[in-house]
Structure formats: structure tokens, C-alpha cells
């Protein structure tokens, strides 16, 4: 079998900082646990953009759709703030996304103990919390026509449209069965289907691939506006929840920050299978570059060294080092070793982005 490949974007900002420590984590597997990857790194965001005129060059696509998994740190920052729309950074991501047709994107909300304190919710109510959001990525109202702005009847009106074909409803729903059966067997399909006939549809395939496919599968539906109450009253009673663009972008947000900082929350993107069976794949932090910690060392590596444990799940078939790996960061936190985003005034002195990336290869080595 040849060596699983892995392409590293890191991106802007702290991007190259957090995928610093990651690249530790990396060589630890390899030396400890014997996982061996083919590894090779290219430029995005403004960093392509600084070297080459364009945020994502056809070469570093063409490596992107080769590869077993994409790695992203961050993208953006005020320097690239005044570039032409079609040159900004964020268009390297968005090509990545669609060019590599990564339909659903997977966005965990789990609150570590050592954490709870930090949500903006009670404890109680976040204490164990552990969802996954499974927003449609690749259509819906960002992408569907027509869409701009117009001149009618003497006033400019903006246009986006909400679609949805069954084929697209049918690959996200399936994803999102197949993630609630390897976790609580619970998936919640939430859509707007009492003012939205694309909710209509949304539900109606959603039901039916459940009934034929999935009866294990405990399925129940949900209004958006509902949704969005129940995440923030008694946010435990969801499992996964799969939705469509524009819900699953608000609603992941409005869970993510259940969870405390943006600096823990990692993600994966994943479109059809691959000729090994795996899907093409992005991981990459929620968090954006960051620039007004950029370059100090403050940047929190977590969320990126999460999202390589996704890749571990997801791309590579290694669950359970997957697992070790999540454990190592969760003993970290527990064991009070904080970067500067998880600390409040008066705790002490912040770990900085290296000695939290380090902390992390002590509680793994202590695993084995
Ligand atoms: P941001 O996520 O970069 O930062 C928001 C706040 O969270 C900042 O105070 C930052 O210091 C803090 N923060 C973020 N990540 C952290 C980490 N790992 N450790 C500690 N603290 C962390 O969002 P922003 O400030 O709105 O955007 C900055 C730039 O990033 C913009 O150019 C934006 O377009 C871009 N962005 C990129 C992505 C991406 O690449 N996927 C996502 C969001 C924003």
C-alpha cells in the first residue's frame, strides 16, 4: 500500500504557526506509532497571492485533488483587505471547496470539561456537550442562480436563490446517516420546510432515505428558527444535525461558541469517495489568521491539531489513534496547561503556541 499523502496549506497569519506544531504531532505519530505520511506543502491566501498573483495557482489545485487529504491553516488579514473580489484570499479557499466539490462539512461542537467554564452558557448545560454539525457546503443560497443585483421597476433589488436538487439533498443526507451511526445513531434534519418548498423537498428526501436506508437511525426534523432556540436552551438533546449552506453556516457558529474558544474547534470538508474508498477531504480550523496575535506566539494550535485528528479519522482510517490523539489535548486542558484564549485574568502566565504544542506530544507519549 502506498504512503498516505497530505497536502499542507498553512496560509496567513498564525496559519504557519499552528501548522508548526501539528507538523510536531506528525513526526511523533511517525516515530512512535509508525504512521507514515507523504508530505508536501504549498502556498494559499495571501501568501500565494504575495508569490505568484493569485490566492491558489492551477499547480497547487491539481496537488490538492491528487492528495489523500488537504491540511488548511487560515487564510486572510488587513494587507489583503483592498485586493480586487477576485484575488482576495478567501478565494483560494472557496476554489479548494468547490473545485474539490467537498459537499459536507463537518463541524464538531464539543465542550471539554476542563472548559465549561468558559461557554457562555451555564456548565451544566454545556458539560459534555459533544455535537456534530453537517452543514451542505457546495449549494443552496450561496450558490444558486440567479443571483446579483438588479434594476426593477425604478429601485436595484438583490437577488440569491435557494436551490436544491434531490441528488444534492440525497449525498449531504447520506453523509450525515452514516456519521450519526458511528456516534449516538441520532440525526436531526433541520430546514425551513413550513415557508420553503427547497425545505419541502429538503424533508421529504431526508425522510425517505431514512425510512429505506437508515431505519436504525433515530431520525427527527426541525425548523431553522427552532433549531437555533434549542441549541442555545438545551443544546445535549442533538446528536448530529444535518443542513443545508446558509442554516448550517449560522447554526455551527451559534454552536461552536458553546464551546468556548474559537481556538479548539477544528473542522473537516469532504466530497465523493476516492479510488480507495476514502473521501477527498479539507481539514481545517474554524478560526480564520488572526492577525492581531500573529507572530507572537499567543496563537492557540489546538483547533488545527484537531483537525488533523479528523483527517485521521475520516482519511486515513485511524480511529483510535484519532482518539489518542483528541485524548492527549483533552489531559492537556484538564492538566491546566493554557494558551493565552482559554485564561482569564489573573490565571497566570499563558503557554505560548509551542510549549501547548508540546504539552500535547508529552500527553501522548504518556498514552502509549
Ligand atoms: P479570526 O478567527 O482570525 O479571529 C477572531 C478572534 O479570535 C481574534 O481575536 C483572534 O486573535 C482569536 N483567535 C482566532 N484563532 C485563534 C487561535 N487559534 N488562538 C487564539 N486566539 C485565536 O477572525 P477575524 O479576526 O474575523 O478574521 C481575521 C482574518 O481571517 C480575516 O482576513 C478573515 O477574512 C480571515 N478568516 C479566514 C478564515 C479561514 O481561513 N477559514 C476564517 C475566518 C476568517
Not at 168 to 190: H, Q
Not at 302 to 313: E, K, N
Request: net charge negative.
Amino acid at each position: 500500500m502506498s504512503t498516505p499523502s497530505l497536502l499542507i496549506l498553512a496560509g496567513d497569519g498564525i496559519g504557519p504557526e499552528v501548522m508548526d506544531e501539528v507538523k510536531k504531532v506528525m513526526a511523533w505519530f511517525d516515530d512512535k506509532r509508525g504512521l507514515k505520511f507523504d508530505i508536501s506543502e504549498d502556498l494559499v491566501g495571501g501568501a500565494a497571492y504575495d508569490a505568484h498573483g493569485t490566492p491558489l495557482t492551477d499547480e497547487t489545485m491539481a496537488k490538492a485533488q491528487e492528495v489523500d487529504a488537504v491540511l488548511l491553516g487560515a487564510v486572510g488579514g488587513p494587507k489583503y483587505d483592498e485586493l480586487d473580489f477576485s484575488v482576495k484570499p478567501e478565494r483560494g479557499l472557496l476554489r479548494l471547496r468547490k473545485e474539490m466539490d467537498l459537499f459536507a462539512n463537518l463541524r464538531p461542537a464539543q465542550c471539554f470539561d476542563a472548559l465549561a467554564d468558559f461557554s457562555s452558557l451555564k456548565k451544566e448545560l454545556v458539560s459534555g456537550l459533544d455535537i456534530m454539525i453537517v452543514r451542505e457546503l457546495t449549494s443552496g443560497s450561496y450558490f444558486g442562480e440567479p443571483r446579483g443585483i438588479f434594476e426593477e421597476n425604478g429601485e436595484r433589488v438583490g437577488i440569491n436563490t435557494q436551490r436544491y436538487t434531490t441528488s444534492e439533498i440525497d449525498r449531504v443526507a447520506r453523509a450525515a446517516f452514516e456519521l450519526a451511526r458511528k456516534r449516538d445513531n441520532r440525526l436531526c434534519s433541520v430546514e425551513k420546510a413550513n415557508v420553503m418548498e427547497s425545505g419541502i423537498l429538503w424533508r421529504e428526501v431526508v425522510t425517505k432515505i431514512g425510512a429505506e436506508d437508515y431505519p436504525d437511525v433515530e431520525l427527527s426534523h426541525m425548523y431553522a428558527d427552532n433549531c437555533a432556540m434549542q441549541l442555545v436552551r438545551t443544546p445535549k438533546q442533538f446528536d448530529v444535525i444535518v443542513t443545508d449552506n446558509l442554516f448550517g453556516d449560522i447554526l455551527s457558529d451559534c454552536a461552536a461558541m458553546l464551546t468556548g474558544s474559537l481556538g479548539m474547534l477544528p473542522s473537516a470538508s469532504l466530497g465523493v469517495p476516492m479510488a480507495n474508498g476514502m473521501p477527498k477531504a479539507m481539514y481545517e480550523p474554524v478560526h480564520g489568521s488572526a492577525p492581531d496575535i500573529a507572530g507572537q506566539g499567543k496563537a492557540n494550535p489546538s483547533a488545527t491539531i484537531l483537525s488533523f485528528a479528523m483527517a485521521l479519522r475520516y482519511s486515513y482510517g485511524q480511529g483510535a489513534e484519532a482518539d489518542r490523539l483528541e485524548a492527549a489535548v483533552e489531559k492537556v486542558l484538564a492538566d491546566g496547561t493554557r494558551t493565552a484564549d482559554l485564561m482569564q485574568k489573573g490565571d497566570g502566565t499563558p503557554a505560548t503556541t509551542s510549549e501547548m504544542g508540546d504539552a500535547i506530544l508529552k500527553a501522548l507519549t504518556a498514552s502509549l
